[in-house]
């Protein structure tokens, strides 16, 4: 029920309401004992899009990794990206540098095992070419970039205007 209403929310645009959502579901199934592993998804994508909630993204997909047992490639490869990207501005948010600095690293780390595990997601090649942009890693930026927009056979605007601003830069 959760789940649904929440999707509802989220396909409505009102992401912030499909959370509150995602995080009453989460509370009631977590005192039954019995994690529902596509609310927990839902929940680290919602928190993906808005850099507040970076940390609480990192508990839901890490709480999806610990209770799934399958060894899905699909799965492995959401929950990689999720966590990528939650990663990244959890990391500029930190305070100490080497936490900065570690929490970088492993973002870029979980964004291209996402790439490799699903070798064909225009979206997770975007993520991983956003984050090394802000990591002012422009070679492999436009690297990334490019192979995006070969992806999507240029249909992207968004992917264009990430590869001028790599460009650019």
């Not at 209403?5 to 039954?32: P, T």
């Not at 990207?85 to 570690?102: I, L």
């Not at 070969?150 to 590869?163: A, D, H, I, R």
């Amino acid at each position: 029920r959760w789940y649904v209403l929440a999707l509802c929310y989220s396909a409505a645009g009102m992401d912030d309401s499909a959370l509150n959502i995602i995080r009453n579901g989460f509370r009631v199934l977590q005192r039954k004992g019995k994690p529902h592993i596509p609310s927990l998804l839902l929940g680290a994508k919602l928190c993906c899009k808005n850099p507040k909630h970076a940390s609480e993204g990192i508990k839901f997909a890490n709480k999806a990794r610990e209770s799934f047992r399958s060894h899905d490639m699909h799965f492995i490869s959401a929950v990689n990206h999720f966590l990528g990207v939650c990663y990244g501005p959890f990391a500029r948010s930190s305070t100490s540098h080497t936490e900065k600095m570690r929490l970088q690293d492993d973002a870029l780390r979980l964004l291209q095992d996402a790439a490799a595990t699903a070798k064909y997601n225009p979206e997770i090649l975007y993520s991983l070419v956003w984050e090394n942009a802000m990591q002012r890693k422009l070679n492999a930026a436009i690297e990334s970039a490019a192979e995006c927009l070969e992806m999507v056979t240029g249909s992207s605007v968004s992917t264009w205007k990430l590869l001028i601003l790599a460009l650019s830069a």
